[in-house]
């Protein structure tokens, strides 16, 4: 067995009944219901090797759960194939569900009115795990998450960062050699992100496992993946490096100036797109392929603006992938 995941031409359409409004229309949508295809993913083809952390990326309702549902064997797809670590997810859910760990940063898997320890206990013997190993696994995975100081709280007692901590222990207490992560630091403090962000990283490069992570947190993509998958209307508009998109869309370079008194109205020159303002403070990238080097932007801005101060950045994540999914077009019918 490897920890790989492999996705073949992957889509899954949900079907759903339109309501009409009013009570005339409540009564015309039971006699006559109006069913409508909501394309959520659309033939997509990716892989992760054993080992790979990926960033699957895209803005809301791209259909980034949907995929990690059909990845995660809860949901079978309208067509297409998926593999992880060997077994086919949705036909063979048991076998699959061995081999995965998964978070849900929205949802708990543990056991509400139960203290921690007790879940934990109760997945030991879901999973069989012999008494030794689960107890070291613990003791690895309290050296950076610090559990302990929680063990005995119940489950519904603990703050949301506590909780996600618990629930990143259990899904890997099997030791699977996948793991899937559906937006695990959403609504968290800095450091306790950060905290999961090592406790990932030690997973990945010292356990070797293979994460496939979804985020909408552009500073976690930068610390953690080299790789990102994105997609948008359901369909993969990308799949490259960290280095790639940045290339490929273009704003590979930022000038943040401070204007000197006087500049309201900020028109930037030919060629440069004003991406943010804060009073005197801006920021200007490239604005489209015909976009100027760094050292043109750079005259450019100074001949046009009194500036009393100026730096080059690289491109900010967040900006590039705001370029990469207006590039994805508009969606297509029923997506
Ligand atoms: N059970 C369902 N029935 C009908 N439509 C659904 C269902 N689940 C998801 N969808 C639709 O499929 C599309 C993709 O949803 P999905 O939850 O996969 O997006 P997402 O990329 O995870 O979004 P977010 O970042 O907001 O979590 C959305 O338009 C959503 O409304």
């Known amino acids: 067995m490897t920890g790989s995941i492999e996705v073949r031409g992957l889509s899954r359409t949900f079907h759903t009944t339109v309501r009409r409004p009013g009570f005339a229309g409540a009564l015309r949508s039971l006699v006559n219901p109006e069913r409508v295809a909501k394309h959520a993913v659309s033939d997509i083809s990716f892989d992760v090797a054993p080992g790979e952390l990926l960033a699957l990326l895209g803005p809301n309702g791209a259909g980034k759960s949907t995929t990690i549902k059909m990845l995660t064997g809860i949901l079978t797809p309208t067509s297409g194939e998926a593999r992880v670590a060997d077994v086919v997810p949705y036909e063979e ?51 950076i998450l610090e559990l302990s100081a929680f063990w005995d709280t119940r489950v519904r007692h603990l703050s949301l960062g506590q909780r996600v901590r618990c629930d990143l222990a259990a899904a890997l207490l099997h030791d699977p050699p ?7 630091t959403i609504g968290m403090d800095v450091v306790v992100k950060e905290q999961v962000r090592e406790f990932l990283r030690h997973q990945v490069e010292q356990r070797g496992r293979t994460v496939l992570l979804t985020t909408h947190d552009m500073t976690e993509v930068e610390r953690l993946a080299e790789r990102v998958v994105l997609i948008n209307h359901g369909r993969l508009v990308l799949d490259g490096t960290l280095d790639e998109i940045r290339r490929k869309f273009g704003s590979t370079w930022q000038v943040r100036a401070t204007l000197a008194d006087g500049h309201t109205d900020v028109v930037p020159p030919p060629g440069i797109a004003l991406l943010r303002q804060d009073g005197p403070q801006v920021v200007f990238g490239p604005d489209g392929s015909e976009a100027p080097t760094v050292h043109q932007a750079l005259k450019a801005v100074i001949e046009r603006y009194e500036v009393t101060d100026i730096a080059i950045d690289e491109a900010d994540l967040e900006d590039v992938m705001r370029v990469a999914y207006a590039h994805a077009g508009p969606p297509a019918e029923g997506a």
Not at 102 to 120: H, I, M, N
Not at 178 to 184: G, I, Q
């Open 178 to 184: 996948v793991v899937f992560l559906d937006e695990p």
């Open 93 to 143: 859910r048991e076998r699959n569900a061995r081999n995965i760990g998964a978070v849900f940063g929205q949802r708990t898997q543990l056991w509400w009115d139960l203290p921690v320890k007790e879940s934990f206990a109760i997945l030991r013997d879901i999973y069989d795990v012999p008494k030794a190993e689960h107890s070291a696994r613990l003791r690895e995975f309290d050296d």
